[in-house]
């Protein structure tokens, strides 16, 4: 079965107490600064944002969320502290970033990140 055409998603959903895991209050979005991305990610246009310098935004949806990590997505990064990265879909694509905000937004700033800049935790 697939969760993710399934119709039975909409039902979940639609009573967040039963299934906290897809509850849409608790997506959030992390600005990171990228520090080091690898050559790799040049290659393919969808990671063009992926440059040493540049800032991009990662949003948490509630399908990403972990119910170990109290509800927050695995990879979402401590302030202060770089932490390594890779592209789920080419994992030849990876390097370190930094948080770039204390605490994470509930939306992802459209001025800070452009729609090419924006990606999902897995």
Same mark, same amino acid.
């Given at each position: 079965?697939?969760?993710?055409?399934?119709?039975?998603?909409?039902?979940? +959903?639609?009573?967040? *107490?039963?299934?906290?895991?897809?509850?849409?209050?608790?997506?959030? =979005? $992390?600005?990171? *600064? $990228?520090?080091?991305?690898?050559?790799?990610?040049?290659? *393919?246009? #969808?990671?063009? @944002? +992926?440059?040493?310098?540049?800032?991009?935004? $990662?949003? =948490?949806?509630? *399908?990403? +969320?972990?119910?170990? +990590?109290?509800?927050? =997505?695995? %990879? !979402? %990064? #401590? @302030? %202060? !502290? $770089?932490?390594?990265?890779?592209?789920?879909? @080419?994992?030849? =694509?990876? %390097?370190?970033?930094?948080?770039?905000?204390?605490?994470?937004?509930? #939306?992802?700033?459209?001025?800070?990140?452009?729609?090419?800049?924006?990606?999902?935790? #897995?």
């Amino acid at each position: 079965m697939n969760i993710t055409s399934d119709i039975r998603r909409n039902l979940r +959903l639609s009573n967040p *107490e039963e299934h906290p895991e897809y509850d849409p209050e608790r997506e959030y =979005c $992390v600005e990171f *600064e $990228v520090l080091k991305a690898s050559k790799a990610c040049r290659k *393919e246009q #969808v990671f063009s @944002a +992926l440059k040493e310098g540049e800032r991009i935004c $990662v949003k =948490c949806e509630s *399908e990403a +969320l972990r119910k170990n +990590l109290d509800w927050r =997505c695995q %990879g !979402h %990064g #401590v @302030a %202060g !502290h $770089v932490t390594r990265w890779s592209a789920f879909s @080419a994992p030849h =694509c990876h %390097g370190k970033w930094l948080r770039a905000q204390p605490e994470p937004s509930k #939306v992802c700033p459209a001025k800070n990140c452009p729609s090419n800049s924006t990606f999902i935790f #897995v």
